[in-house]
């Protein structure tokens, strides 16, 4: 599955859901994700992808954590910015369907944190 690469830097100042950004003083949340081990995310390490949803009429950026990032030391190699816990739910819930269908993913974070 060929992936769009991104700039990770412009992802990290944009909710992946809503498209708000959050603003500078407020927290920023993060939903972690787990590729399907068919999915080689390397190429992608420090960088961005963009994922399409079959099941929405949109679609998400994600950041692709270098090898030494702490998300990767617990076992996630996407990572979601979000700018609330409302978006993160809603994305979970976006993605858990997804991933029955999907081609990337196999696991996603219980909350955005
Ligand atoms: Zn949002």
């Given at each position: 599955?060929?992936?769009?690469?991104?700039?990770?830097?412009?992802?990290?100042?944009?909710?992946?859901?809503?498209?708000?950004?959050?603003?500078?003083?407020?927290?920023?949340f993060a939903?972690?994700?787990?590729?399907?081990?068919?999915?080689?995310?390397?190429?992608?390490?420090?960088?961005?992808?963009?994922?399409?949803?079959?099941?929405?009429?949109?679609?998400?950026?994600a950041?692709?954590?270098?090898?030494?990032?702490?998300?990767?030391?617990?076992?996630?190699?996407v990572?979601?910015?979000?700018?609330?816990?409302?978006c993160?739910?809603?994305?979970?819930?976006?993605?858990?369907?997804?991933?029955?269908?999907g081609?990337?993913?196999?696991?996603?974070?219980?909350?955005?944190?």
């Open positions: 599955m060929p992936l769009e690469r991104l700039d990770a830097h412009a992802l990290v100042n944009e909710c992946c859901w809503c498209g708000k950004r959050p603003r500078p003083n407020r927290e920023h939903l972690s994700g787990v590729a399907r081990d068919e999915v080689d995310l390397s190429p992608y390490e420090g960088a961005g992808i963009r994922i399409p949803l079959e099941t929405q009429t949109r679609r998400v950026d950041i692709v954590p270098t090898a030494t990032a702490p998300a990767r030391r617990e076992g996630y190699n990572i979601f910015v979000l700018c609330s816990r409302a993160g739910a809603a994305l979970r819930d976006a993605l858990r369907k997804e991933i029955l269908l081609q990337l993913l196999r696991e996603v974070a219980d909350e955005a944190t």
